[in-house]
T-cell receptor, first 115, second 112 residues
Framework: EPEVTQTPSHQVTQMGQEVILRCVPI?????FYWYRQILGQKVEFLVS????????KSEIFDDQFSVERPDGSNFTLKIRSTKLEDSAMYFC?????????????FGEGSWLTVV | QQQVKQSPQSLIVQKGGISIINCAYE??????FPWYQQFPGKGPALLIA?????SEKKEGRFTISFNKSAKQFSLHIMDSQPGDSATYFC???????????FGTGTRLLVSP
């Protein structure tokens, strides 16, 4: 079964450093997402991306965050200057074109620890 | 309005028993309600989903019951097994906006 793959699985970074999390969405999917989950809490939406632009973003997704699809397969999340509160599991997800009942598939996550 | 409330926070069920997890929402624009299963250190995996024009959907041991007028939906796991021990999240989405709103999660433990 096709799957969303993410790298790295775990990254430790110092506060103030830039971090790039990478994702390879399912190949025929056109919608891409980043979600995050702080330890023990619910999964929260960060941003959705379609047709090479952000289609929606949450309040969490401030100017420190950016997304990019640098080529035909990768989808990245950049945190420009990490803060302690950015420590979380970041999930990439993808889905097929808009339609009723389409499924959003999640990767296994990148665990980010900011020290 | 965008919240999905989930209960209970944790649940212990004996092997073979029925696990029931409940969710409620406020925004009547939500039109797709999936349940995700998450094992420790893994991403959420879609378990089963329902649309509000259907009151019940069953897939194997998993059933979603949907009450549109009460704006509530629930997951029933029949014949619960130790392998079902995981965190379960309900979620809701408005088709066209592609943004899942998750519940707070239920940690299920099925005792052998």
């Amino acid at each position: 079964e096709p799957e969303v793959t993410q790298t790295p699985s775990h990254q430790v970074t110092q506060m103030g450093q830039e971090v790039i999390l990478r994702c390879v969405p399912i190949s025929n999917h056109l919608y891409f997402y980043w979600y995050r989950q702080i330890l023990g809490q619910k999964v929260e939406f960060l941003v959705s991306f379609y047709n090479n632009e952000i289609s929606e973003k949450s309040e969490i997704f401030d100017d420190q965050f950016s997304v990019e699809r640098p080529d035909g397969s990768n989808f990245t999340l950049k945190i420009r200057s990490t803060k302690l509160e950015d420590s979380a599991m970041y999930f990439c997800a993808s889905s097929t074109p808009r339609g009723r009942g389409n499924t959003i598939y999640f990767g296994e996550g990148s665990w980010l620890t900011v020290v | 309005q965008q919240q999905v409330k989930q209960s209970p926070q944790s649940l212990i069920v004996q092997k073979g028993g029925i696990s029931i997890i409940n969710c409620a929402y406020e925004n009547t624009a939500f039109d797709y309600f999936p349940w995700y299963q998450q094992f420790p250190g893994k991403g959420p995996a879609l378990l089963i989903a329902i649309r509000p024009d259907v009151s019940e959907k069953k897939e194997g041991r998993f059933t979603i019951s949907f009450n549109k007028s009460a704006k509530q939906f629930s997951l029933h796991i029949m014949d619960s097994q130790p392998g079902d021990s995981a965190t379960y999240f309900c979620a809701a989405l408005i088709t066209g906006f592609q943004k899942l709103v998750f519940g707070t999660g239920t940690r299920l433990l099925v005792s052998p």
